[in-house]
């Protein structure tokens, strides 16, 4: 049976009080799209207020410590995000793995801490563009995969995994066809391979660059079973056309 589309957007530093509204709006317009999952992960600080102005709506953060609690100073533990109202969080976002020097064993650990909270996970990989040019994406982004993902996957809490090819984030360009076809199946056949039937529940969403005239090609490629969408999520009417492609595959 096929997955149920999951389409979340990553607001990154974006989002103050005043744009509550527009967290409404989408939460409202999303409900026309019941065969969806939809959500929208905010900064930390406005996960509180989200997830008060749209019950029943997915509100997720955008990154997590791994440590239960203890001195580790401006970080937000799995704990928190829940208590603060959140369903979800993203963990491994390439923009992290760069700026803050994350790496795979820390990712992992994030993941783990929130999946034993009960938080469903958005884990990212993706490929920088000398890795693409040199025909090493697959093989990169597996070891990533591999080496950031949870020892066993869990019933309880969802894992996602998110392909962003580093290149493809915020710059209108984004991979083939063929390209995203091949690197999700090869995604999908880890995750079986460390799963077992499991691995085949887990969505592998795309992220770089989705946008609402480029989301219906993307959602009919095998084994793309949603996005996760930055710059285009930040407003419902660049958004909810990219929900509305997911409900049409
Ligand atoms: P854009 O959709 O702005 O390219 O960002 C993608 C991304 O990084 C989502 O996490």
Redo the contacts with the bound molecule.
């Keep these: 049976m096929a997955l149920r589309k999951l389409v979340a957007g ?1 607001w ?1 530093m974006h989002g103050l009080s005043a744009d509550l509204e527009e967290i409404r709006t989408i939460a409202e317009a999303s409900r026309a799209y019941p065969t969806v999952d939809v959500a929208l992960c905010v900064p930390a600080i406005l996960i509180e207020r989200a997830a008060r102005a749209v019950p029943g709506f997915a509100i997720g953060g955008q990154d997590v410590h791994q440590a239960e609690k203890g001195a580790h100073t401006g970080c937000t533990s799995a704990l928190m995000l829940l208590d603060s109202g959140a369903s979800l969080t ?1 963990v491994g ?3 992290r793995r760069e700026a803050q020097r994350e790496n795979d064993g820390e990712v992992k650990a994030k993941a783990e801490s929130a999946l034993g909270v009960g938080l469903t996970v958005i884990l ?1 990989v993706g490929e920088s563009l000398e890795v693409r040019e040199r025909g090493a994406a697959v093989a990169t982004v597996i070891a990533q995969l591999d080496a950031s993902i949870p020892h066993e996957s869990t019933e309880e809490a969802e894992l996602a995994v ?1 392909y ?1 090819p580093i290149w ?5 360009k984004i991979p083939t066809v063929g390209e995203i076809a091949e690197m999700h199946s090869a995604i999908r056949e880890q995750l079986v391979h460390r799963y077992g039937a499991a691995g085949n529940q887990v969505r592998i969403l795309y ?5 609402a005239s480029n989301a219906g090609e993307i959602f009919s490629i095998a084994d793309v079973n949603g996005a ?6 930040l407003k419902a009417a660049d958004f909810i056309p990219i929900v509305a492609a997911a409900a049409l595959v």
């Design positions: 990553n990154k993203i976002h390439s923009e990212c998110a962003e493809a984030i915020g710059t209108g992220g770089g660059s989705v946008k996760l969408v930055g710059g285009a999520s």
